[in-house]
């Protein structure tokens, strides 16, 4: 069964708005990460928050993690076409386990 | 620095055919990954490598997928009789693990599988 789960499963804005993904996870966790993947290619490493963290940014990147309620949040700031990609968040329960990855939110940027 | 490489990047093969997939990771990365993607779905988790330690096959799906790593370098994965639903795409990352668990993992582009 999927650890993290995410939300909306597809977003479609307009160039400039601003996007929001969320996730959401059943267990306590280490981490949590988020990639992104283009279409047909491999995942690229976003941003990683710890669990003792409530908020991380990374340029145009704001994440945030609620850990009461076992949710994160990912936000694209003036959003770009080339944003378009599919967003996944992995969990990372404990120090020693593996990452599991949620089924993706997929973003459209319309131009 | 080269990153994660795959081969082949794309596989056509008839029911029943064995294929065998190859992930070469970046160099000194201890952990290796691979996932599986059908179309439109997330990351399927099949088995994880992790230095000298006993692989972590949890994921395989059946006893026809089965995966080998030669040290700390490349990794092969076969699926043996090949179905239909085999068909996906096959990703392979690799980590260093680092403090508390806080590594990352890094992507091979994969390798696309169709079983006619």
């Known amino acids: 069964s999927q650890q993290g789960e995410e939300d909306p499963q597809a977003l479609s804005i307009q160039e400039g708005e601003n996007a929001t993904m969320n996730c959401s996870y059943k267990?306590?966790?280490?981490?949590l990460q988020w990639y992104r993947q283009n279409s047909g290619r491999g995942l690229v490493h976003l941003i990683l928050?710890?669990?003792?963290?409530r908020e991380k940014h990374s340029g145009r990147l704001r994440v945030t993690l609620d850990t009461s309620k076992k949710s994160s949040s990912l936000l694209i700031t003036a959003s770009r076409a080339a944003d378009t990609a599919s967003y996944f968040c992995?969990?990372?329960?404990?120090?020693?386990?593996?990452?599991?990855f949620g089924k993706g939110i997929t973003l459209s940027v319309r131009p | 620095g080269a990153g994660v490489s795959q081969s082949p990047s794309n596989k056509v093969t008839e029911k029943g055919k064995d294929v065998e997939l190859r992930c070469d990771p970046i160099?000194?990365?201890?952990?290796l990954y691979w996932y599986r993607q059908r179309l439109g779905q997330g990351l399927e988790f099949l088995i994880y490598?992790?230095?000298?330690?006993?692989?972590?096959k949890s994921g395989l799906p059946s006893d026809r997928f089965s995966a080998e790593r030669t040290g700390e370098s490349v990794s092969t994965l076969t699926i043996q009789r090949t179905q239909q639903e085999d068909s996906a795409v096959y990703l392979c990352?690799?980590?260093?693990?680092?403090?508390?668990?806080?590594?990352?993992?890094?992507f091979g582009p994969g390798t696309r599988l169709l079983v006619l």
């Open positions: 490598f992790q230095g000298n330690s006993a692989p972590d």
């Open positions: 160099s000194g990365h201890t952990a």
């Open positions: 990352a690799s980590s260093l693990p680092g403090l508390a668990g806080a590594e990352t993992q890094y």
């Open positions: 928050i710890r669990s003792n963290e």
């Open positions: 267990t306590s966790i280490n981490n």
């Open positions: 992995a969990t990372r329960p404990g120090a020693n386990s593996k990452l599991t």
